[in-house]
Protein backbone atom coordinates (compact mmCIF):
# COMPACT_ATOMS: atom_id res chain seq x y z
CA UNK A 1 0.00 0.00 0.00
CA UNK A 2 1.23 3.47 -0.05
CA UNK A 3 1.42 5.83 2.59
CA UNK A 4 3.12 9.00 3.70
CA UNK A 5 6.36 8.67 5.62
CA UNK A 6 8.26 10.63 7.64
CA UNK A 7 11.93 10.25 7.24
CA UNK A 8 13.56 13.49 10.14
CA UNK A 9 13.11 16.37 10.11
CA UNK A 10 12.00 18.24 6.51
CA UNK A 11 11.49 15.09 5.26
CA UNK A 12 8.87 13.02 3.85
CA UNK A 13 7.53 10.70 1.16
CA UNK A 14 4.59 9.20 -0.65
CA UNK A 15 6.25 5.80 -0.63
CA UNK A 16 5.41 1.70 -0.75
CA UNK A 17 4.57 0.29 2.84
CA UNK A 18 3.43 -3.12 3.76
CA UNK A 19 -0.15 -3.29 4.31
CA UNK A 20 -0.55 -3.56 7.90
CA UNK A 21 -1.98 -7.09 9.41
CA UNK A 22 -3.62 -7.87 12.53
CA UNK A 23 -1.04 -7.53 15.63
CA UNK A 24 -3.69 -8.43 18.42
CA UNK A 25 -7.26 -9.70 18.29
CA UNK A 26 -8.58 -6.45 20.23
CA UNK A 27 -6.87 -4.84 16.56
CA UNK A 28 -9.00 -4.10 13.67
CA UNK A 29 -7.48 -2.96 9.80
CA UNK A 30 -9.34 0.06 8.20
CA UNK A 31 -9.49 1.04 4.85
CA UNK A 32 -8.85 4.85 5.35
CA UNK A 33 -11.82 6.29 3.02
CA UNK A 34 -10.68 10.10 4.25
CA UNK A 35 -8.35 11.35 6.05
CA UNK A 36 -6.46 15.40 7.10
CA UNK A 37 -3.36 16.80 7.94
CA UNK A 38 -2.99 18.41 11.86
CA UNK A 39 -1.16 21.16 13.24
CA UNK A 40 0.36 18.30 15.10
CA UNK A 41 1.89 16.89 11.94
CA UNK A 42 3.63 19.87 10.77
CA UNK A 43 5.13 19.65 14.51
CA UNK A 44 6.39 16.41 14.05
CA UNK A 45 7.74 17.37 9.94
CA UNK A 46 9.69 20.13 11.81
CA UNK A 47 11.43 17.67 13.95
CA UNK A 48 9.41 19.31 17.60
CA UNK A 49 7.76 15.46 18.44
CA UNK A 50 10.80 13.40 19.34
CA UNK A 51 8.60 9.99 20.15
CA UNK A 52 8.24 10.15 16.26
CA UNK A 53 10.55 7.96 14.42
CA UNK A 54 11.93 8.01 11.03
CA UNK A 55 10.17 5.65 8.97
CA UNK A 56 6.71 6.32 10.85
CA UNK A 57 3.64 6.87 8.93
CA UNK A 58 1.80 10.25 10.04
CA UNK A 59 -2.23 10.96 10.66
CA UNK A 60 -4.31 10.92 13.37
CA UNK A 61 -7.60 11.57 11.98
CA UNK A 62 -10.07 10.45 9.43
CA UNK A 63 -12.51 7.78 8.53
CA UNK A 64 -12.63 4.58 6.99
CA UNK A 65 -14.22 0.82 6.33
CA UNK A 66 -13.47 -2.07 8.33
CA UNK A 67 -11.14 -4.68 6.18
CA UNK A 68 -10.99 -7.05 9.29
CA UNK A 69 -11.90 -7.69 12.52
CA UNK A 70 -9.85 -9.17 15.18
CA UNK A 71 -12.03 -11.84 16.63
CA UNK A 72 -11.99 -10.33 20.53
CA UNK A 73 -13.47 -7.26 18.42
CA UNK A 74 -17.25 -6.90 19.04
CA UNK A 75 -18.68 -3.96 18.22
CA UNK A 76 -17.11 -4.18 14.47
CA UNK A 77 -16.85 -6.59 11.72
CA UNK A 78 -15.81 -5.96 7.75
CA UNK A 79 -17.65 -3.11 5.91
CA UNK A 80 -18.56 -0.86 8.81
CA UNK A 81 -18.16 2.52 8.11
CA UNK A 82 -15.72 4.08 11.17
CA UNK A 83 -14.72 7.71 12.59
CA UNK A 84 -11.29 7.05 13.83
CA UNK A 85 -10.28 8.57 17.26
CA UNK A 86 -7.21 10.49 17.58
CA UNK A 87 -7.18 8.97 20.78
CA UNK A 88 -6.48 4.95 21.37
CA UNK A 89 -7.68 3.98 24.29
CA UNK A 90 -8.31 0.04 25.84
CA UNK A 91 -11.35 0.96 28.20
CA UNK A 92 -9.76 -1.10 30.65
CA UNK A 93 -6.92 0.56 32.58
CA UNK A 94 -6.83 2.57 35.40
CA UNK A 95 -7.41 5.78 33.64
CA UNK A 96 -9.43 4.76 31.15
CA UNK A 97 -12.06 4.01 33.96
CA UNK A 98 -11.45 7.76 35.17
CA UNK A 99 -12.35 8.20 31.54
CA UNK A 100 -9.19 10.15 31.05
CA UNK A 101 -8.22 8.23 27.32
CA UNK A 102 -5.79 10.18 26.68
CA UNK A 103 -3.59 8.80 29.31
CA UNK A 104 -4.13 5.12 28.55
CA UNK A 105 -1.74 2.59 30.25
CA UNK A 106 -1.59 0.94 26.61
CA UNK A 107 -3.16 4.05 24.14
CA UNK A 108 -3.35 7.04 24.11
CA UNK A 109 -2.12 9.71 21.37
CA UNK A 110 -0.29 6.46 20.13
CA UNK A 111 -1.64 6.66 16.31
CA UNK A 112 1.08 8.70 13.71
CA UNK A 113 2.89 8.90 16.81
CA UNK A 114 4.17 5.91 18.18
CA UNK A 115 2.63 3.60 15.69
CA UNK A 116 1.83 4.20 12.27
CA UNK A 117 -1.07 6.47 11.21
CA UNK A 118 -3.52 7.02 9.38
CA UNK A 119 -2.20 9.28 6.07
CA UNK A 120 -2.36 5.92 4.50
CA UNK A 121 -4.16 3.53 2.08
CA UNK A 122 -4.90 1.57 5.70
CA UNK A 123 -4.41 1.81 9.40
CA UNK A 124 -4.37 -0.70 12.22
CA UNK A 125 -6.44 0.40 15.11
CA UNK A 126 -5.70 -1.31 18.25
CA UNK A 127 -8.27 -1.63 20.86
CA UNK A 128 -10.94 -1.25 17.98
CA UNK A 129 -13.65 -1.67 20.19
CA UNK A 130 -12.85 1.60 21.77
CA UNK A 131 -10.78 3.59 19.72
CA UNK A 132 -13.60 3.85 16.76
CA UNK A 133 -17.03 4.83 16.32
CA UNK A 134 -19.67 3.92 14.03
CA UNK A 135 -20.75 6.20 11.01
CA UNK A 136 -24.70 5.32 9.99
CA UNK A 137 -25.35 4.86 6.42
CA UNK A 138 -26.05 8.57 4.90
CA UNK A 139 -23.97 10.44 7.02
CA UNK A 140 -21.78 13.09 5.94
CA UNK A 141 -17.93 11.36 6.40
CA UNK A 142 -16.37 14.49 5.40
CA UNK A 143 -17.76 16.65 8.25
CA UNK A 144 -16.74 13.65 10.37
CA UNK A 145 -13.19 13.84 9.94
CA UNK A 146 -13.14 16.59 12.18
CA UNK A 147 -14.58 14.67 15.14
CA UNK A 148 -11.42 12.68 15.37
CA UNK A 149 -9.06 15.26 16.74
CA UNK A 150 -9.97 19.02 16.33
CA UNK A 151 -13.87 19.21 17.51
CA UNK A 152 -13.33 16.99 20.88
CA UNK A 153 -10.13 19.16 21.35
CA UNK A 154 -11.50 22.39 21.47
CA UNK A 155 -14.39 21.52 23.29
CA UNK A 156 -12.76 19.29 26.02
CA UNK A 157 -9.68 21.03 26.40
CA UNK A 158 -11.10 24.79 25.49
CA UNK A 159 -14.65 25.01 26.64
CA UNK A 160 -14.90 22.22 29.21
CA UNK A 161 -11.82 23.20 31.05
CA UNK A 162 -12.67 26.78 30.44
CA UNK A 163 -16.09 26.03 32.28
CA UNK A 164 -17.40 28.64 29.55
CA UNK A 165 -21.23 29.70 30.82
CA UNK A 166 -24.43 31.02 29.70
CA UNK A 167 -23.44 35.18 29.01
CA UNK A 168 -19.64 34.56 30.10
CA UNK A 169 -17.05 36.91 27.89
CA UNK A 170 -14.66 34.84 26.57
CA UNK A 171 -11.48 35.14 24.36
CA UNK A 172 -9.86 32.83 22.17
CA UNK A 173 -6.47 33.44 20.98
CA UNK A 174 -5.53 31.32 17.88
CA UNK A 175 -7.76 31.38 15.27
CA UNK A 176 -6.42 28.33 13.33
CA UNK A 177 -8.58 25.19 12.99
CA UNK A 178 -8.48 23.93 17.20
CA UNK A 179 -9.26 28.00 17.92
CA UNK A 180 -11.96 27.86 15.60
CA UNK A 181 -13.03 24.47 16.96
CA UNK A 182 -13.52 26.16 20.13
CA UNK A 183 -15.23 28.86 18.54
CA UNK A 184 -17.66 26.69 17.22
CA UNK A 185 -18.66 24.38 20.39
CA UNK A 186 -18.46 27.32 22.65
CA UNK A 187 -21.78 28.58 21.41
CA UNK A 188 -23.01 25.53 22.58
CA UNK A 189 -23.10 26.97 25.91
CA UNK A 190 -23.99 30.95 24.51
CA UNK A 191 -21.05 33.01 25.65
CA UNK A 192 -22.05 36.87 25.59
CA UNK A 193 -19.18 38.10 23.73
CA UNK A 194 -16.32 35.84 21.58
CA UNK A 195 -13.21 37.58 21.39
CA UNK A 196 -11.06 36.20 18.18
CA UNK A 197 -7.30 37.09 18.21
CA UNK A 198 -4.90 36.07 15.29
CA UNK A 199 -2.25 37.62 13.15
CA UNK A 200 -4.16 36.52 10.47
CA UNK A 201 -6.46 38.78 8.72
CA UNK A 202 -8.38 35.90 7.12
CA UNK A 203 -8.86 33.33 9.56
CA UNK A 204 -10.39 36.63 11.88
CA UNK A 205 -12.46 36.98 8.73
CA UNK A 206 -13.84 33.59 9.31
CA UNK A 207 -14.12 33.44 12.80
CA UNK A 208 -16.20 36.46 12.67
CA UNK A 209 -18.43 34.09 9.67
CA UNK A 210 -18.80 31.37 12.50
CA UNK A 211 -20.14 33.74 15.43
CA UNK A 212 -17.00 35.60 16.66
CA UNK A 213 -18.45 38.81 18.36
CA UNK A 214 -15.13 40.59 18.31
CA UNK A 215 -11.93 40.05 16.65
CA UNK A 216 -8.40 41.54 17.12
CA UNK A 217 -5.60 41.45 14.72
CA UNK A 218 -2.62 41.03 17.06
CA UNK A 219 -0.26 41.62 14.81
CA UNK A 220 -1.28 45.36 14.22
CA UNK A 221 -3.65 46.20 17.42
CA UNK A 222 -2.80 46.01 20.97
CA UNK A 223 -4.44 43.18 22.21
CA UNK A 224 -4.40 43.49 25.82
CA UNK A 225 -5.72 47.38 25.40
CA UNK A 226 -8.77 46.15 22.83
CA UNK A 227 -9.89 43.41 25.56
CA UNK A 228 -10.11 45.44 28.30
CA UNK A 229 -11.72 48.69 26.21
CA UNK A 230 -14.56 45.80 25.03
CA UNK A 231 -14.78 44.56 28.76
CA UNK A 232 -14.91 47.60 30.70
CA UNK A 233 -11.51 47.10 31.94
CA UNK A 234 -12.85 44.11 33.52
CA UNK A 235 -11.06 41.33 31.14
CA UNK A 236 -12.60 38.20 30.43
CA UNK A 237 -13.97 35.76 32.12
CA UNK A 238 -12.31 32.77 29.64
CA UNK A 239 -9.28 33.00 28.08
CA UNK A 240 -8.31 29.64 25.41
CA UNK A 241 -4.76 29.58 24.59
CA UNK A 242 -4.24 27.34 21.32
CA UNK A 243 -1.50 28.64 19.79
CA UNK A 244 1.09 26.66 22.01
CA UNK A 245 3.78 30.20 22.44
CA UNK A 246 4.67 31.78 25.44
CA UNK A 247 3.98 35.04 24.07
CA UNK A 248 0.14 33.58 23.76
CA UNK A 249 0.09 32.37 27.01
CA UNK A 250 1.31 35.03 28.32
CA UNK A 251 -1.40 37.56 26.62
CA UNK A 252 -4.01 35.24 28.63
CA UNK A 253 -2.39 35.64 32.18
CA UNK A 254 -2.59 39.59 31.06
CA UNK A 255 -6.46 39.44 29.86
CA UNK A 256 -8.28 37.43 32.50
CA UNK A 257 -10.62 38.85 34.94
CA UNK A 258 -10.86 37.86 38.46
CA UNK A 259 -12.15 34.86 39.07
CA UNK A 260 -11.88 33.89 35.51
CA UNK A 261 -10.36 30.76 33.68
CA UNK A 262 -7.22 30.33 31.42
CA UNK A 263 -7.77 26.82 29.57
CA UNK A 264 -4.39 26.14 27.38
CA UNK A 265 -5.12 23.49 24.44
CA UNK A 266 -1.66 24.98 22.57
CA UNK A 267 0.99 22.19 22.12
CA UNK A 268 3.96 24.32 24.61
CA UNK A 269 7.82 23.63 23.41
CA UNK A 270 9.02 26.15 25.38
CA UNK A 271 8.56 27.55 29.22
CA UNK A 272 6.63 30.03 29.82
CA UNK A 273 5.87 32.58 33.00
CA UNK A 274 3.59 32.05 35.09
CA UNK A 275 2.65 35.86 36.48
CA UNK A 276 2.38 34.95 40.30
CA UNK A 277 3.00 38.56 41.74
CA UNK A 278 -0.17 39.98 39.47
CA UNK A 279 -2.42 36.03 39.71
CA UNK A 280 -1.99 35.14 43.30
CA UNK A 281 -4.93 37.22 44.67
CA UNK A 282 -6.94 36.96 41.97
CA UNK A 283 -8.99 33.36 41.66
CA UNK A 284 -7.59 32.56 38.81
CA UNK A 285 -7.98 28.82 37.59
CA UNK A 286 -4.91 27.53 34.81
CA UNK A 287 -6.07 24.13 33.58
CA UNK A 288 -4.02 22.23 31.07
CA UNK A 289 -4.79 18.68 29.21
CA UNK A 290 -5.11 16.27 26.46
CA UNK A 291 -7.99 15.54 24.62
CA UNK A 292 -9.89 12.25 25.66
CA UNK A 293 -12.57 12.19 23.07
CA UNK A 294 -14.81 11.24 25.81
CA UNK A 295 -16.74 13.65 24.02
CA UNK A 296 -16.95 12.49 20.34
CA UNK A 297 -20.16 10.45 20.96
CA UNK A 298 -22.02 13.83 22.25
CA UNK A 299 -20.86 16.15 19.50
CA UNK A 300 -21.08 13.02 16.69
CA UNK A 301 -25.04 13.68 17.67
CA UNK A 302 -24.55 17.74 17.39
CA UNK A 303 -23.02 16.85 14.10
CA UNK A 304 -25.95 14.45 12.90
CA UNK A 305 -28.46 16.79 13.98
CA UNK A 306 -27.38 19.44 12.17
CA UNK A 307 -26.26 21.96 15.65
CA UNK A 308 -22.95 21.76 14.53
CA UNK A 309 -21.78 22.02 11.07
CA UNK A 310 -17.62 21.33 11.21
CA UNK A 311 -17.57 21.36 7.12
CA UNK A 312 -17.43 25.17 7.52
CA UNK A 313 -13.60 24.31 8.65
CA UNK A 314 -12.93 22.68 5.41
CA UNK A 315 -10.69 24.67 3.11
CA UNK A 316 -9.11 22.59 0.76
CA UNK A 317 -9.44 19.12 -1.40
CA UNK A 318 -6.95 16.86 -2.54
CA UNK A 319 -6.88 13.01 -3.40
CA UNK A 320 -5.28 11.08 -0.73
CA UNK A 321 -2.04 10.02 -3.62
CA UNK A 322 -1.48 13.92 -3.71
CA UNK A 323 -1.09 14.23 0.19
CA UNK A 324 2.65 15.82 -0.16
CA UNK A 325 0.85 18.79 -2.23
CA UNK A 326 -1.58 19.06 0.66
CA UNK A 327 1.18 19.06 2.74
CA UNK A 328 2.84 22.23 0.90
CA UNK A 329 -0.95 23.88 1.23
CA UNK A 330 -1.31 23.12 4.36
CA UNK A 331 2.52 24.68 5.66
CA UNK A 332 1.55 28.32 4.10
CA UNK A 333 -2.13 28.61 5.46
CA UNK A 334 -1.88 32.15 5.52
CA UNK A 335 -1.11 32.38 1.97
CA UNK A 336 -3.52 29.37 0.59
CA UNK A 337 -6.15 30.57 3.23
CA UNK A 338 -6.49 26.90 4.68
CA UNK A 339 -7.83 25.49 7.66
CA UNK A 340 -8.56 22.08 7.21
CA UNK A 341 -7.65 20.08 3.95
CA UNK A 342 -9.56 16.74 3.29
CA UNK A 343 -7.65 14.06 1.44
CA UNK A 344 -10.07 11.57 -0.08
CA UNK A 345 -8.89 8.00 -0.97
ZN1 LIG B 1 -4.23 16.47 15.77
ZN1 LIG C 1 -6.64 2.19 28.93
Given amino acids: MKALVYHGPGNKSWEEKPKPVLKEQTDAIVKILKTTIC ?7 KGDVPTVADGRIIGHEGVGIVEEAGSSVTNFKKGDHVLLSCITSCGKCEYCKKAMYSHCEKGGWILGNLIDGTQAEYVRIPYADNSMYRIPAGADEEALVMLSDILPTGFECGVLNGQVKPGDTIAIIGAGPIGLAVLLTAQFFTPAAIIMIDQDENRLAVAKSLGATHTINSANENAIEMVMSFTNKKGVDVAIEAVGVAATFELCEEIVTAGGHIANIGV ?3 SVTLHMETLWSRNITITTR ?3 TVTTPML ?3 VQSNKLDPKKLITHHFKLDQVIEAYDTFEHAAN ?4 KVILTA
Avoid: N, Q, S, W
Fill in 336 to 339: EKAL
Fill in 268 to 270: HGK
Fill in 39 to 45: GTDLHIM
Fill in 290 to 292: LVD
Fill in 300 to 302: FKT
